[in-house]
Nanobody, 122 residues
């Protein structure tokens, strides 16, 4: 049974940093792209960042230069370092995997976690 579990969310102030983690179990995803998405209330799920099996990365325009994605294949895990957080970064953050491509659309990913809340106060 495949399971993705996010952790590291919380309430922070604008300008602070957070590091999200995603732990996968049930199978290895070392040859798949892993990604982060977020969804704020009343908004569509938004692409944040993705990293493929080789370590190539892609970022959403709103987080470029502030967020950094990484992965640890032996641990079947992925991370999102979020710096210079803004109130508009407030959302539930989801990790996803199962895509063979460095995809930005949610439909390209087969497996999803339950999400972790990130709240940034001004």
């Amino acid at each position: 049974q495949v399971q993705l579990v996010e952790s590291g969310g919380g309430l922070v102030q604008a300008g602070d940093s957070l590091r999200l983690s995603c732990a996968a179990s049930g199978r290895s995803f070392s040859t798949y792209t892993m990604g982060w998405f977020r969804q704020a209330p009343g908004k569509e799920r938004e692409f944040v960042a993705a990293i493929d099996w080789s370590g190539s990365t892609q970022y959403g325009d709103s987080v470029k230069g502030r967020f950094s994605i990484s992965r640890d294949n032996p641990k079947n895990s992925m991370y999102l370092q979020m710096n210079s957080l803004k109130p508009e970064d407030t959302a539930v953050y989801y990790c996803a995997t199962g895509s063979r491509l460095l995809a930005v659309l949610p439909g390209a990913y087969s497996y999803w976690g339950q999400g972790t809340q990130v709240t940034v106060s001004s």
